[in-house]
């Protein structure tokens, strides 16, 4: 899969957070509170990761920092705007995991399809990035936030090859093509090995149609 991109960083970006520690974040505020922008230094973390996508010519789009309410918050976030193969309803990502994504897909996503299913991968389908809600399906989860809403999660669905197929979580699972089935449990087991949290539908119901990848440590892949 060819992969030559141009960066949407300008060079003062980082050159005028180059002072920034580590991100200094103030008290949470209220669920449903008016959003809010932050000016917050960018953290030498984000600032390394940033530098990474760079490198890897990943073109993006930094975004502001943003506070939603109810510990809702948009820090160290991007848009990515090409990695070689177009995404859907992507939107904010922290960088974190917006590197470790771009790399499943090109080094894990991409040469299974076309050694098992003998096709290029020409599109993933997903469900979205960040969201402002609870962790949902989960027992004892008490009301704690998802990933989603720090963008620290991206829900994937589905990938569609030059060849025409397109393959699913929720009809390739368990569905009938054996290729299919897998080349979906392959990719989830390198998923497991860049992102703290991978959930599938081997998980619970509520994983029937998607991956849930979180850049977390956490070191659970179920």
């Known amino acids: 899969m060819p992969r030559r991109f141009s960066v949407l960083v300008l060079p003062l970006l980082l050159a005028s957070c180059a002072g920034g520690g580590s991100d200094r974040r103030p008290p949470p505020r209220p669920q449903g509170a008016r959003p809010v922008t932050l000016n917050l230094p960018t953290s030498r973390e984000t600032q390394a990761c940033f530098a990474d996508l760079a490198r890897q010519d990943v073109r993006f789009s930094p975004l502001p920092d943003r506070d939603y309410g109810g510990g809702c918050r948009l820090i160290g976030t991007l848009q990515l705007i090409d990695i070689g193969v177009p995404v859907t309803n992507l939107k904010a990502m922290r960088c974190g995991l917006a590197r470790s994504f771009t790399a499943w897909v090109e080094h894990a996503v991409a040469p299974a399809a ?10 993933v389908e997903s469900m979205g990035t960040y969201a402002c809600r609870a962790v949902v399906g989960a027992p004892g989860a008490g009301g704690r936030l998802s990933g989603h809403a ?11 090859l030059k060849d025409g197929r397109r393959i699913t979580i929720q009809q390739g699972w368990n569905g009938a093509d054996a290729d299919a089935r897998d080349f979906l449990r392959v990719i989830r087991a ?13 998980y619970n119901a509520a994983h029937y149609n998607h991956l849930h990848l979180e850049d977390d440590r956490a070191g659970f892949c179920r």
């Open 114 to 123: 076309r050694q098992m299913l003998g096709s290029d991968l020409v599109r």
């Open 150 to 160: 720090t963008a620290n999660a991206v829900d994937v669905s589905g990938f569609v």
């Open 190 to 202: 390198s998923a497991c090995k860049r992102f703290g949290t991978v959930l599938s539908p081997d």
